[in-house]
Each structure stands twice: as C-alpha cells, then as structure tokens.
C-alpha cells in the first residue's frame, strides 16, 4: 500500500528570505560595500544595459537605518507571513507569482509618474493591502493608541508615513498594484497561478511513501505460508 505524505518545506517568501536579503542590502550600502548607483530602478540601464538584477534590488532597499527601516522590517515580517501563512497556505510558489505581478504593476505605475529609484516601501503596502483583504472588519490595534478594521490599516500606513516625513505616492502605488491582484483574482476570477517549475521547487512536496501492512499484534504480514506436513 502506498501513502503519500506532505513533506514542509521552509517558506522562500519571509522565514527569513526577504527580510535577510533587505537587512544585508541596507548594510552593503551603509558599510559602503555596495553604491546605491547599482542597485536603484533604472529602466533604462535595466532594457539598454541588461542590469536585470536592478527589478529585483529596488524592492529590497527600505533605505539607510532608523526607525522608518525598524517598522518596516517589523511590518514586512509580520504581514507577509500573515499572508503567506493564510490565503497562500502551502503556494510559496503562487506567493512570489503575486508579488512578482504587483512588481510589474509598481514599475510600470512608477514609470508613468517620472520613476522612483526603489520601490521597496511600495511593495510593503501591496503586501498589507492583500492581507487586510482577507479579515477586513478584522480590529487591529495601532501602538495601543486606536483600534481599526484590518481594511483601513494601509491607509493608516499611508498616514504614519506622512507623519515621519515621508511621501506617500509609494505607498499609494502599493495599495494600486495590491488592488489589481485582488480586483484580477478574486473579483474577476483570473487564475493567476505559478508557472509548474516553480510550484515544483517551492511548494510543498507531496513524498510517495511504501506503508508495509502490519498485524493486529505489530508483526510484519509475511504471507500466508505451507502447512506442516502439507
């Protein structure tokens, strides 16, 4: 008899891949290891010079250490997982697939608008956007000050950045591309689904296992045999 088990494996997404790899891009460029010049969004070097890496790079920089970067990393961690732990349980790879949508949509948004050179913060707001969607009348606490719905906590977001000093067309970019995946995926009903390459080497692995028969007593069933004598 053949059994087929699930075999976990590690979420790519945020445990710990994607806040890592934003801390040691942050340290890179603060240590000077890395210039700022090759990482940032430049369509132009990225179509005219193949800087391909330079799509991915631009979403990982939260910029230089201090608070703004503390509460992005605590924002990213936590909803990421959140979401990754929820509406794509077990699809790691439909995961990427969503963000990498959302990155198409954020560079061609930002494009439009004359270019932002990183457009990590924007893509943080896609991320709690699409959380919120799934609990929206969810209560959510904000720093114990006020309590919201889950639905408004981007727009909060949006708020806090503007009160640190910040601009606020990323994050409402963000909250753009994360309304085009939902209003595409669960208004729509467009299956937006991973390439079957990367289902296979991020979702979990279903194992085929040989589950040997046992008797009532724990011993193995070696068939039924000859009689003595027989």
Same mark, same amino acid.
């Given at each position: 008899?053949?059994? &087929? /088990? !699930?075999?976990?494996?590690?979420?790519?997404?945020?445990? +710990?891949?994607?806040?890592? $790899?934003? #801390?040691? *891009?942050? %340290?890179?460029?603060?240590?000077?290891?890395?210039?700022?010049?090759?990482?940032?969004?430049?369509?132009?070097?990225?179509?005219?010079?193949?800087?391909?890496?330079?799509?991915?790079?631009?979403?990982?920089?939260?910029?230089?250490?201090?608070?703004?970067?503390?509460?992005?990393?605590?924002?990213?961690?936590?909803?990421?997982?959140?979401?990754?732990?929820?509406?794509?349980?077990?699809?790691?790879?439909?995961?990427?697939?969503?963000?990498?949508?959302?990155?198409? &949509? /954020? !560079?061609?948004?930002?494009?439009?608008?004359?270019?932002? +050179?990183?457009?990590?913060? $924007?893509? #943080?707001? *896609?991320? %709690?956007?699409?959380?919120?969607?799934?609990?929206?009348?969810?209560?959510?606490?904000?720093?114990?000050?006020?309590?919201?719905?889950?639905?408004?906590?981007?727009?909060?977001?949006?708020?806090?950045?503007?009160?640190?000093?910040?601009?606020?067309?990323?994050?409402?970019?963000?909250?753009?591309?994360?309304?085009?995946?939902?209003?595409?995926?669960?208004?729509?009903?467009?299956?937006?689904?991973?390439?079957?390459?990367?289902?296979?080497?991020?979702?979990?692995?279903?194992?085929?296992?040989?589950?040997?028969?046992?008797?009532?007593?724990?011993?193995?069933?070696?068939?039924?045999?000859?009689?003595?004598?027989?």
């Amino acid at each position: 008899m053949r059994a &087929v /088990l !699930t075999q976990p494996r590690a979420s790519v997404c945020t445990r +710990p891949n994607t806040s890592t $790899a934003a #801390l040691l *891009s942050t %340290v890179a460029t603060q240590l000077g290891i890395v210039s700022l010049e090759l990482i940032y969004l430049d369509l132009g070097k990225v179509i005219g010079g193949l800087e391909l890496w330079r799509l991915l790079t631009n979403l990982l920089f939260f910029g230089g250490f201090g608070m703004p970067f503390v509460f992005n990393m605590f924002f990213l961690i936590r909803y990421s997982q959140g979401l990754e732990q929820s509406r794509f349980q077990g699809r790691s790879a439909d995961y990427v697939w969503c963000l990498a949508a959302c990155a198409v &949509v /954020l !560079t061609l948004a930002s494009s439009l608008l004359g270019g932002f +050179p990183f457009l990590a913060p $924007a893509m #943080l707001s *896609s991320i %709690v956007y699409l959380w919120s969607r799934i609990s929206p009348t969810q209560p959510l606490s904000i720093f114990g000050l006020f309590t919201v719905q889950s639905f408004y906590f981007p727009w909060v977001l949006v708020m806090i950045t503007v009160l640190m000093g910040g601009s606020p067309i990323p994050n409402l970019l963000g909250i753009l591309a994360g309304h085009v995946y939902y209003f595409l995926v669960d208004v729509q009903g467009f299956q937006l689904r991973a390439p079957q390459f990367l289902r296979e080497a991020l979702d979990d692995a279903p194992v085929p296992t040989t589950a040997q028969y046992r008797g009532a007593f724990g011993g193995y069933n070696w068939g039924g045999g000859q009689r003595l004598g027989g």
